[in-house]
């Protein structure tokens, strides 16, 4: 099938930068659009950016000036370059994918959902 893995988190000073890394792997797959979700403990998760395989993208107003989502469809990757952090943007952020899995009959639609890397904004 197809799995997710991110890669990139870390403990970073409030207005540090970090950029984040997704990478889909697989067989027999296309990515359609991409997504960074977060969570926070105690808080649900909440949609961060969104990328579609054409490369229009989608920010959280809160994140917007200070979030940039990127693909690299060559590579079935996604990123997320993050600056001016604060200590409200600490939680695991997670990758998703909406994939196609190719079959010789009909393609099947699947949503894929990487393991989490944790972003800490703390002095």
């Known amino acids: 099938q197809v799995q997710l893995v991110e890669s990139g988190g870390g403990l970073v000073q409030p207005g540090g930068s970090l950029r984040l890394s997704c990478a889909a792997s697989?067989?027999?797959?296309?990515?359609?659009?991409m997504a960074w979700y977060r969570q926070a403990p105690g808080k649900q998760r909440e949609l961060v950016a969104t990328?579609?395989?054409?490369?229009?993208?989608t920010y959280a107003d809160s994140v917007k000036g200070r979030f940039s989502i990127s693909r690299d469809n060559a590579k079935n990757a996604v990123y997320l370059q993050t600056s001016n952090l604060k200590p409200d943007d600490t939680a695991v952020y997670y990758c998703?994918?909406?994939?196609?899995?190719?079959?010789?009959?009909?393609?099947?639609?699947?949503?894929?959902w990487g393991q989490g890397t944790q972003v800490t904004v703390s002095s």
């Open positions: 998703y994918a909406d994939v196609r899995i190719i079959r010789a009959i009909q393609d099947r639609r699947i949503s894929v």
């Open positions: 697989g067989t027999n797959f296309m990515v359609d659009a």
């Open positions: 990328i579609s395989r054409g490369g229009s993208t």
